[in-house]
């Protein structure tokens, strides 16, 4: 019996054994990524510490905080109607009845009379000294502030009235009437029985000649001012009104008699400008000006949005082998494709093409233009040298005539080549309408991102690509034929700040733009389709407010 037992022992230790070894053979032979999920090890040997998984990479990882919402290039500002006047009228500025004067021998006590008057110097013309003698006998004087301005017989009942000189005139005057000392002749008696003495004067009333108004500037708007305008209508009288003088913030913008009933406008300064609230102040110091249709108009430049990079090699991506596609501005014309579809079509078969689609498809591509038809394309027809038909030289879309023409649509720069160089020589142009619309034609400058933007390349005023697609990263950008191989997958990420609440965002990757409308904390996306060999960019644009986002996080992940 012992001996049974001593057996039974061994065969259940040998069977264990091979159970265990088993148990390792089944584990070594496990797909890594089970076989790590399974042991628990989150960083085995091999891998680069930046992911939980051996076979992913983190491409990019970025805190990103607000990123602040800006809703169109241009804005307009309403400002109220407002009037400013300065009502000039004729006033009796000091009136006295009657004064008695009288100079004898031993009776001078009344040889004088002092008459304060008190008036605006500022805002009183034509100051006139007026009256009336009764009984008068010897010559008078009359002074005004010590300085005499008459001096001798009056012989009329009704004396001339005297011009007060302006240049004497303080705001407190005195008028001294006197009469002299008989002299030798003591029986004589020098007198003067004045009466209704006046002081008139023309007087403006400027309680009303100054008028304020208020408009508010965002921060981000003024981060991104490229231009402000102030457009206002000034009703008047052309021959009453003196000048306007406009203030923006305690600095002249506009100083003037305007144009009465004509649209007139002032540019501003853009470094005038302040975020949060600015002042307008309207002031005249003659006459009656009223302002309306006023708004404030700004133009703004593109928002530098936030953008981030991240690198891929070369050997994760291969070449596609697509047959040219009817559309694509390649310089091919797909066999069945339409010159109404395809600019290089158009080209081949002598045409002229236009870069914006038409109201009538059939005019996006011309055999013949004729004067009248020029403006059916608003960036202007061309040919594959990119010269306008001859009946629509020298008008807007012409973009080898040198000229920025009038008659373009606003903003001029995005439909004359010249216009966008006119702007600014170290703009870029594309000739095309780029895949993100007709807002892209010209562009300051150009990111490595967003090279492809244009089929046919950015140019600068000389004919120049951007530095930007020609360095040695972005030149992958070029290509347009790879795609990421088929074990590879690229995963967004992003982590918002806050749950439940409604987040409107478009990543623009490469040029590809897809909008992310979410109220969850946290939203991934497979962006292999946007992705290339070098440098890639992801720029964030809110859509119609500020976004919190905590982080961004892009991972390539290497599908065993």
């Known amino acids: 019996?012992?001996?049974?037992?001593?057996?039974?022992?061994?065969?259940?230790?040998?069977?264990?054994?091979?159970?265990?070894?088993?148990?390792?053979l089944y584990i070594l032979f496990l797909p890594p990524d089970i076989r790590t999920e399974l042991l628990g090890d989150s960083n085995p040997s091999g891998t680069n510490g930046n992911s939980d998984n051996a076979n992913t990479q983190v491409l990019l990882q970025q805190n990103v905080g607000t990123v602040t919402y800006i809703n169109t290039n241009?804005?307009?500002?309403?400002?109220?109607?407002?009037r400013i006047y300065s009502p000039t009228s004729g006033q009796v500025l000091k009136n006295v009845p009657s004064v008695m004067l009288r100079y004898a021998l031993f009776d001078h006590e009344k040889s004088s009379y002092d008459m304060d008057v008190a008036l605006d110097r500022a805002a009183t013309t034509n100051v006139l000294l007026s009256f009336n003698v009764k009984d008068y006998q010897g010559p008078l004087t009359i002074k005004l502030n010590g300085k005499e301005i008459?001096?001798?017989?009056?012989?009329?009942?009704?004396?001339?009235?005297?011009?007060?000189?302006?240049?004497?005139?303080?705001?407190?005057?005195?008028?001294?009437?006197?009469?002299?000392?008989?002299?030798?002749?003591?029986?004589?008696?020098?007198?003067?029985?004045i009466e209704n003495i006046q002081v008139t004067?023309?007087?403006?009333?400027?309680?009303?000649?100054?008028?304020?108004?208020?408009?508010?500037?965002?921060?981000?708007?003024?981060?991104?001012?490229?231009?402000?305008?102030?457009?206002?209508?000034?009703?008047?009288?052309?021959?009453?009104?003196?000048?306007?003088?406009?203030?923006?913030?305690?600095?002249?913008?506009?100083?003037?008699?305007?144009?009465?009933?004509?649209r007139t406008f002032a540019e501003l300064n853009v470094n005038d400008i302040v975020a949060g609230s600015n002042e307008l102040r309207f002031y005249s110091s003659k006459g009656s000006y009223t302002l309306d249709n006023m708004n404030i108009q700004t133009e703004m430049k593109k928002p530098?949005?936030?953008?981030?990079?991240?690198?891929?090699?070369?050997?994760?991506?291969?070449?596609?082998?697509?047959?040219?596609?009817?559309?694509?501005?390649?310089?091919?014309?797909?066999?069945?494709?339409?010159?109404t579809q395809d600019a290089d079509c158009?080209?081949?078969?002598?045409?002229?093409?236009?870069?914006?689609?038409?109201?009538?498809?059939?005019?996006?591509?011309?055999?013949?233009?004729?004067?009248?038809?020029?403006?059916?394309?608003?960036?202007?027809?061309?040919?594959?040298?990119?010269?306008?038909?001859?009946?629509?030289?020298?008008?807007?879309?012409?973009n080898n005539d040198g000229k920025c023409v009038s008659g373009c649509s606003q903003?001029?720069?995005?439909?004359?080549?010249?216009?966008?160089?006119?702007?600014?020589?170290?703009?870029?142009?594309?000739?095309?309408?780029?895949?993100?619309?007709?807002?892209?034609?010209?562009?300051?400058?150009?990111?490595?991102?967003e090279c492809d933007l244009c089929p046919s390349g950015y140019i600068d005023e000389n004919g120049a690509e951007p530095k930007s697609c020609t360095d040695e990263k972005s030149i992958a950008f070029d290509t347009g034929d790879e795609i990421l191989l088929s074990n590879y997958e690229v995963k967004l990420t992003v982590e918002f700040v806050q749950a439940d609440v409604q987040k409107r965002v478009d990543f623009n990757i490469n040029g590809h733009t897809f909008r992310i409308d979410t109220t969850g904390i946290e939203y991934t996306k497979i962006i292999n389709d946007y992705v290339r060999s070098g440098t890639n960019s992801i720029e964030i644009v809110p859509v119609d407010d500020d976004v919190d986002i905590s982080e961004v996080k892009v991972e390539l992940r290497k599908i065993v």
């Open 1 to 24: 019996m012992g001996c049974k037992r001593g057996q039974t022992a061994g065969s259940a230790a040998a069977f264990v054994a091979i159970i265990t070894v088993l148990i390792i």
């Open 201 to 262: 004067g023309d007087v403006t009333d400027y309680t009303n000649a100054l008028a304020k108004q208020n408009f508010v500037i965002s921060q981000s708007e003024k981060d991104n001012l490229e231009k402000v305008t102030l457009f206002f209508y000034p009703y008047c009288d052309l021959k009453s009104v003196g000048s306007l003088e406009i203030d923006l913030n305690g600095g002249k913008i506009y100083d003037s008699v305007a144009d009465c009933g004509t």
């Open 74 to 82: 241009e804005k307009t500002y309403d400002i109220p109607t407002t």
């Open 346 to 398: 158009c080209f081949k078969r002598s045409g002229f093409w236009c870069a914006l689609p038409t109201l009538n498809a059939n005019d996006r591509c011309r055999f013949y233009v004729s004067s009248d038809d020029c403006s059916i394309c608003k960036t202007g027809f061309y040919d594959m040298s990119g010269d306008a038909p001859d009946a629509c030289k020298n008008t807007c879309g012409d």
């Open 150 to 193: 008459f001096s001798g017989e009056i012989d009329s009942n009704s004396p001339k009235p005297i011009l007060l000189d302006h240049s004497s005139l303080l705001d407190s005057n005195t008028v001294t009437f006197s009469v002299p000392s008989p002299g030798w002749a003591f029986w004589k008696v020098n007198k003067y029985t």
């Open 304 to 339: 530098a949005y936030k953008t981030y990079y991240f690198d891929m090699k070369k050997e994760q991506f291969t070449i596609k082998n697509d047959n040219p596609r009817c559309g694509d501005v390649d310089g091919q014309c797909p066999a069945g494709c339409d010159e």
């Open 411 to 449: 903003p001029t720069k995005y439909y004359d080549k010249d216009c966008c160089f006119a702007e600014n020589t170290a703009n870029f142009w594309c000739k095309e309408t780029p895949i993100t619309g007709i807002s892209d034609k010209c562009k300051p400058s150009v990111a490595p991102g």
